[in-house]
């Protein structure tokens, strides 16, 4: 049973984070008297402030480095959660903290906003915990060859059976290996300021459109490389406003498959939030 009407995203750190003002909008849409704040959590402290939490706590959205610590607090945790080892978002219980990872299908939605519904090709750049979820995200969405570039091959060991899991092969050239094949799309999950110097062009000039999840910043490096290629870049906000309104799924309903009620109007409402901020 759901009562309480408290919501907050944690990480560390945590002031740059948008979620607040995403939320907020949605549940003024929906004429729901929630509070939604912001908190600076260490990952070490993350469990006895979880626990800390009383019966006016409905939900927490997570951020780094504290979405592991999420996956391994939670009673239980959705595919998504359970296949990255990554939970974004905790549905509080009286039987527990539930696990969510929307990140997984707020790519995929942002993707389908960027004309790249179905990409067979992919490209991930990067092979930490975003690019966990950015490979169940391009095999969910249809995906069958998914190339890592890590500047540690062997970091991208788990990502390679996290593919064989999933049906789909995954091969993992260093960052800066030479001759790329054509993508149908090129998902970045490096720190928003890497240079890749004359590999970004290279990378750019088959890569399909780029999607950086980073939110600040703008264009990055690879972001530039992209437009002197004639080629579309897209930041995060696309993934942080979709995995944001299935947080708002969850937080009502319980379930990031079960729509709202006038859904059109709150993921308006969210965007022009999002494009004012």
């Not at 062997?154 to 993508?183: C, F, I, K, Q, S």
């Not at 942080?240 to 969850?250: G, S, Y």
Request: aromatic share 4%; net charge negative; charged share 20%.
């Amino acid at each position: 049973m759901l009562t309480g009407h408290r919501l907050e995203v944690w990480g560390d750190p945590i002031a740059h984070s948008r979620s607040p003002r995403l939320h907020a909008a949605a549940y003024a849409e929906l004429g729901l008297d929630w509070q939604y704040g912001r908190r600076q959590v260490a990952e070490a402290s993350f469990v006895p402030t979880v626990e800390g939490l009383d019966a006016a706590w409905r939900g927490l959205s997570l951020t780094m480095p504290l979405k592991n610590a999420a996956a391994r607090h939670a009673v239980t945790l959705d595919d998504d959660a359970r296949r990255t080892g990554a939970v974004n978002t905790l549905l509080l219980s009286e039987d527990g903290p539930r696990g969510f990872n929307t990140d997984v299908a707020g790519l995929a939605r942002a993707l389908v906003d960027y004309g790249v519904a179905a990409p067979r090709r992919v490209r991930i750049l990067g092979a930490g915990a975003t690019a966990t979820s950015a490979l169940v995200s391009a095999a969910g969405s249809g995906a069958r060859e998914i190339e890592v570039r890590a500047r540690r091959p062997e970091a991208a060991g788990p990502l390679r059976a996290l593919g064989e899991d999933l049906g789909v092969a995954v091969t993992a050239p260093v960052l800066d290996a030479p001759a790329p094949e054509p993508v149908d799309v090129t998902i970045a999950t490096l720190p928003g300021g890497t240079d890749l110097g004359p590999i970004a062009d290279a990378l750019a000039s088959v890569g399909g459109p780029l999607v950086d999840v980073v939110y600040g910043g703008w264009p990055t490096p690879l972001a530039q490389a992209w437009r002197r290629a004639g080629r579309d870049a897209h930041d995060g906000r696309g993934m942080l406003l979709h995995q944001a309104l299935l947080q708002v799924r969850v937080f009502v309903g319980g379930d990031p498959a079960l729509p709202l009620d006038r859904e059109d109007a709150v993921l308006a409402a969210m965007r022009a939030a999002l494009v004012g901020d």
